[in-house]
């Protein structure tokens, strides 16, 4: 049975930091792309960063700078580290796995973990 179990999120001040964990169970993690989503009240889901299985990174421009995704194979886990966090960066922050090219296409997504960023 896959799993994948965020945590690390909360409320914060604006200009505070959070770090995001995203543990896997259940695939070979090392070969899945990772990727962290987040939903807005009222809005779509939208990608924030991701990683491939050759640690390649890409984050969106509304965060670059201030996040960074990051992986550890050993511990099957992903990291978004969140810096600089602005009242827009609330919403609920999703952990993704899908498979790498080549590969019967297939997706697994967490339950979300809470970001709210408020004084």
């Given at each position: 049975?896959?799993?994948?179990?965020?945590?690390?999120?909360?409320?914060?001040?604006?200009?505070?930091?959070?770090?995001?964990?995203?543990?896997?169970?259940?695939?070979?993690?090392?070969i899945y792309t990772?990727?962290?989503?987040?939903?807005?009240?009222?809005?779509?889901?939208?990608?924030?960063?991701?990683?491939?299985?050759?640690?390649?990174?890409?984050i969106v421009d509304?965060?670059?700078?201030?996040?960074?995704?990051?992986?550890?194979?050993?511990?099957?886990?992903?990291?978004?580290?969140?810096?600089?966090?602005?009242?827009?960066?609330?919403?609920?922050?999703?952990?993704?796995?899908?498979?790498?090219?080549?590969?019967?296409?297939?997706?697994?997504?967490?339950?979300?973990?809470?970001?709210?960023?408020?004084?």
């Amino acid at each position: 049975q896959v799993q994948l179990v965020e945590s690390g999120g909360g409320l914060v001040q604006p200009g505070g930091s959070l770090r995001l964990s995203c543990a896997a169970s259940g695939i070979k993690f090392s070969i899945y792309t990772m990727a962290w989503y987040r939903q807005a009240p009222g809005n779509e889901r939208e990608l924030v960063a991701s990683v491939n299985e050759e640690n390649n990174t890409s984050i969106v421009d509304p965060v670059k700078g201030r996040f960074t995704i990051s992986r550890d194979n050993a511990k099957n886990s992903i990291y978004l580290h969140m810096n600089i966090l602005r009242p827009e960066d609330t919403g609920v922050y999703y952990c993704k796995a899908k498979t790498p090219r080549g590969y019967i296409p297939v997706e697994y997504w967490g339950r979300g973990t809470q970001v709210t960023v408020s004084s």
